[in-house]
């Protein structure tokens, strides 16, 4: 059975789900190598649409997945924000922007409203994420969002990564 994927709304952004009218959207950024290397890419168009199809499998086999995000008032998508979890990885709080829509507070914003779906939709009392060390970025994003670091685990990839815990938000989304 396909769960019914909510549409979340902020001040300037739709959350989506995913589906193929994001298919440009996957391509441009994974085959963008700068852009998708914290995220395993460059990768081919076809690996692109690969990463889709499996966002939007998230969501049937394990309840949750990402959204793509959609600045309402130029009706682009921009990127994806959600929750991902891998065969044998930690479920993480994740986002991605496309690098002209970086730097206005879209990831801030988006993460905002997912973790509000966390904690009031999913009853999650815990939201954790983690990236490479290397990804700054990320980092000071989740210090925004009033992450605190609690843990350094090893990943499935043989890597180290910091874990931070994300409090439930003050600011609430609409729906």
Same mark, same amino acid.
């Given at each position: ?10 001040? #300037? ?6 589906? =193929?009218? &994001?298919?440009?959207?996957?391509? +441009?950024?994974?085959?963008?190598? *700068? $852009? ?54 930690? #479920? ?6 496309? =690098?002209? &829509?970086?730097?206005?507070?879209? +990831?801030?914003?988006?993460?905002? *409203? $997912? ?61």
């Amino acid at each position: 059975m396909t769960p019914t994927i909510p549409t979340l709304h902020t001040d #300037r952004l739709d959350l989506l789900p995913p589906g =193929p009218e &994001a298919a440009a959207l996957y391509q +441009a950024f994974y085959t963008d190598a *700068a $852009a998708s290397a914290p995220y395993g890419g460059p990768l081919s168009p076809g690996a692109a649409w690969a990463r889709l199809a499996s966002d939007l499998g998230g969501w049937g086999l394990q309840g949750f997945g990402v959204w793509t995000i959609r600045r309402r008032a130029e009706q682009h998508l921009v990127g994806v924000c959600g929750f991902w979890q891998g065969l044998g990885w930690p #479920r993480e709080l994740t986002w991605w922007l496309l =690098p002209a &829509a970086r730097g206005s507070g879209i +990831a801030q914003e988006a993460s905002r *409203a $997912a973790l509000v779906h966390a904690h009031d939709v999913f009853g999650w009392p815990v939201v954790e994420t983690y990236m490479n060390d290397e990804n700054t970025a990320a980092r000071a994003l989740v210090l925004r969002l009033g992450g605190e670091r609690v843990d350094r685990r090893g990943f499935p990839d043989g890597l180290q990564r910091d874990v931070f815990r994300i409090p439930p938000p003050v600011t609430q989304a609409r729906r």
